[in-house]
């Protein structure tokens, strides 16, 4: 069934059928977290669950910590980061909204920790379903940001992401975002790596910035106004260097495991499209099915997902975008009072071009709300109508229970 | 640690005369960093401090000037506990051996922001040493009320006026709160009890689980007195029974000295600014709460 | 011995010389606090009985232990004056700074 390994690790010859949690929980484990911090909340609970059997069982050789809040959960792996040793941690929503401060701590103090966090709606009204308002509304916290599509991507970026983060030119954590019970509850057929291949493919976690017994230091200080700045832009700088080692990363992984991703942006059917939806996370899979029913209708559609948000893959947009007649943003997010958060950054992306496409905005997966083919393909109908004539509202609610009268 | 040290006895020849923390910009008479300092030289230099928002860290890390020799990190203001706890977790997990982790906190960092994960960091029981420097108030953010500023004390988010004489509450009881979690070790202290504290630091410093000292670290500048009274107040605090030392070990309340007459409570308060608003009937008070603090304690140690 | 020291220091010429972290040597100290005195303590070591509560009462671990029994770091006093209130043998007096006293050593003769 599977070829034992000399540390007895299995690596299975055949996929598992597991969740996106599961495949989470997996490629944390294979990455060999030296400390993991646990607090519970829907839909993320399996992910430590499951870290917690294996450290029971003795097949996962971690420091788990039960702490009593994400704030902590957050603290702690910035504690353990201190001392140079790898952590883990996840959350959604609330929690994630909890622990914002350290959010920022985490990336400012440059603690290359990766947290899982599927994305949910926030309170309120309370809403355990899935949307994207919660990490959206945390973009500027200085965390790696990307968002996964299906269960194999989830593993495998649990793995990458710690690559990407412990790199010496990057030392800034990830955020991997999965859609709540949409990706985290559902279950498909996921390649485990063998645990040996991922040692190589991923040493461990080694980095001067540290306290240390035999070199002391000191962390996490003050700095005023004469030099604040000068932090905050070595910050800025190390995020952007991210997306050129996330793209080495990849393609070391896919030359180990035969699977790679990409990069910032996958673009589908793109290169000759007049209307493009660009989207993130597993609504992509629906979105490229709608893609390819109008291609054989005739109709020049594309579709480009955005893996990472930060940092965000502004060349990479702007290429995919330069030839397209309208472009939409599909998100499960709102700025209030505005647009949606992934919508403001590429029209203001395409703002500093001379491409100048018809944008609209579509919000729609509020609170778990499904969207459907009809959704989408009505979406592609505005994009077209917006072809030819000016749109009005460039932000649109879809599938809005509405009075039709007044 | 992962063994427990061998004891040894502080006296004052013995305590180690390096100096961790030094070069800080605390106000001159600081109580606080006096705590900081005399047990950072019994817990040497293998030692990983960790300090909140609040006057140590304010004082103590403002780049390039760092005032601490050994390793130290500031956490979030409502993270110490938490932080020290991913410390310790990552210091088993790297198998490092013969060192220690401490932190140090204001009475807000403790027993307000930072109690939700003190109790946490107890309840699992981590091997580490918290450090209360209790001021009695808000005081890195300019003398503002905490769930330690005692009754009666001039804030300036309580001040003395009209409707009311300072602060309305009364000091939350932090060491049984913190006794009640079966603690491995507590104690309560006075930065003008040196040897006591010292020895209390020590006693820390061998025990393998949890430990947590509360202190009282006089603040001249928020508790209006001159820089030079800092341990004079704190003795005074003793001696008129507002401040009981005290230690938790093994399951067992224990009091360090029980004095057969306070004091008088007035003197003490008369001598600190924050108090002088107090009258009769408010002093009056202030005597029956340390009465009634006194014959709970006393009980908890009959029954212990 | 761990004990923070004052060395020079050059601001880093761009962000990506800065510390990363913020994570940098420990003790690392620029200017010492000897102008905020307005008084500094004397000591007449002659009075001095070596109990070393002047040591203990220290914030600023400006007083230390020495050879002749104790010393200040004038560098680091901050002249708060709790040495002088502590000690019992009447040996440490606060006067103004900027006097010419500084310290005597047991036999009288005056030592820095």
């Known amino acids: 069934m599977g070829r034992m390994s000399a540390d007895g690790a299995v690596s299975h010859a055949r996929p598992l059928f597991m969740s996106g949690n599961e495949a989470v929980a997996w490629g944390a484990r294979l990455a060999r977290p030296q400390v993991i911090a646990a607090y519970p909340i829907t839909p993320q609970t399996v992910v430590i669950e499951r870290l917690s059997e294996w450290v029971a069982e003795g097949l996962l050789d971690s420091e788990f910590l039960h702490v009593e809040s994400e704030h902590s959960a957050l603290s702690a792996c910035m504690g353990a980061s201190a001392l140079g040793a790898r952590s883990f941690t996840a959350t959604s929503s609330q929690g994630l909204l909890y622990m914002a401060e350290c959010l920022h701590y985490a990336s400012g103090g440059r603690f290359p920790i990766v947290m899982m966090n599927a994305n949910r709606a926030l309170a309120l009204p309370w809403n355990i379903y899935g949307d994207q308002q919660d990490s959206l509304a945390v973009l500027s916290s200085g965390w790696i940001q990307i968002y996964i599509e299906d269960a194999q991507e989830a593993l495998d970026m649990s793995i990458q992401a710690f690559a990407i983060a412990e790199h010496a030119e990057v030392l800034t954590p990830v955020m991997l975002n999965l859609d709540g019970f949409v990706l985290t509850h559902t279950y498909e057929p996921v390649e485990v790596p063998g645990q040996e291949d991922v040692d190589v493919f991923l040493p461990s976690f080694r980095t001067p910035s540290k306290m240390d017994l035999e070199a002391p230091t000191n962390m996490g200080f003050t700095a005023g106004p004469a030099h604040y700045t000068e932090f905050k832009v070595q910050q800025h700088r190390a995020m952007l260097r991210a997306s050129q080692v996330a793209a080495q990363v990849d393609e070391a992984f896919g030359q180990r495991f035969g699977r790679c991703y990409g990069g910032g942006v996958v673009p589908y059917r793109c290169g000759d499209a007049d209307l493009v939806l660009v989207t993130l996370g597993s609504v992509a899979g629906l979105v490229r099915g709608v893609v390819d029913d109008l291609r054989a209708g005739g109709v020049a559609a594309g579709m480009l997902k955005l893996r990472f948000l930060r940092p965000f893959p502004e060349r990479e947009i702007v290429q995919a975008l330069s030839g397209a007649r309208a472009v939409g943003v599909l998100e499960k997010d709102v700025s209030f009072g505005n647009a949606g958060a992934v919508f403001s950054d590429v029209a203001s992306t395409l703002a500093s071009t001379t491409i100048r496409p018809a944008l609209l905005n579509f919000v729609a997966g509020l609170g778990g709300r499904d969207i459907s083919r009809d959704d989408v393909e009505r979406m592609f109908d505005e994009l077209r109508a917006a072809c030819v004539q000016a749109p009005g509202e460039r932000v649109r609610f879809v599938n809005v229970q509405e009075s039709r009268d007044g | 640690m992962v063994e427990a040290p061998r004891a040894r006895v502080q006296l004052p020849l013995s305590l180690s005369a390096d100096e961790p923390f030094l070069g800080h910009k605390a106000c001159a008479g600081c109580g606080g960093s006096l705590a900081v300092r005399l047990a950072l030289k019994v817990l040497g230099e293998r030692t990983f401090v960790v300090l909140p928002a609040g006057c140590m860290s304010a004082v103590g890390f403002l780049y390039p000037q760092l005032a601490f020799g050994c390793n130290a990190i500031i956490s979030t203001f409502a993270g110490t506990a938490s932080m020290m706890s991913g410390i310790a977790a990552a210091a088993r997990a790297l198998k490092l051996r013969d060192y220690h982790v401490v932190g140090f906190a204001g009475d807000g960092g403790t027993a307000d922001i930072g109690l939700q994960a003190l109790s946490g960091a107890i309840d699992r029981h981590e091997n580490f040493i918290y450090i209360c420097y209790d001021n009695e108030a808000y005081m890195n953010t300019g003398v503002q009320k905490s769930g330690l500023t005692p009754f009666g004390a001039r804030t300036t988010t309580s001040p003395a006026g009209k409707n009311a004489m300072g602060s309305r509450g009364r000091k939350k009881d932090l060491f049984e709160i913190v006794a009640a979690h079966g603690i491995d070790y507590a104690a309560t202290a006075t930065v003008a009890h040196a040897h006591d504290y010292i020895r209390k630091v020590d006693k820390a410093r061998t025990t393998v689980g949890t430990s947590f000292l509360h202190v009282l670290a006089p603040c001249p500048t928020g508790w209006g007195i001159d820089s030079d009274r800092t341990l004079e107040v704190a003795r005074g605090a003793v001696d008129c029974g507002l401040w009981i030392q005290a230690e938790y070990e093994g399951g067992h309340y224990h009091i360090n000295k029980s004095p057969r007459r306070f004091k008088p409570v007035a003197d003490h308060l008369a001598a600190q600014k924050r108090f002088a608003h107090l009258g009769k009937a408010e002093i009056a008070a202030i005597e029956k709460e340390r009465d009634g603090r006194w014959k709970r304690l006393q009980r908890l140690v009959g029954g212990g | ?112």
């Open chain 3, 1 to 112: 011995m761990s004990k923070p020291f004052v060395r020079p220091f050059v601001r880093p010429p761009s962000p990506d010389a800065y510390p990363v972290g913020p994570c940098f040597t420990a003790g690392h100290l620029v200017e010492t606090n000897a102008a905020w005195r307005s008084e500094r303590p004397v000591f007449t070591l002659a009075r001095c009985t070596g109990c070393l509560r002047c040591m203990l009462a220290c914030p600023d671990g400006a007083v230390l232990r020495s050879k002749a029994a104790v010393e200040v770091d004038y560098d680091f006093c901050k002249g708060c004056g709790i040495c002088a209130r502590e000690c019992v043998a009447k040996a440490i007096q606060m006067t103004s700074e900027g006097s010419e006293e500084t310290e005597e050593s047991k036999d009288g003769s005056n030592v820095r």
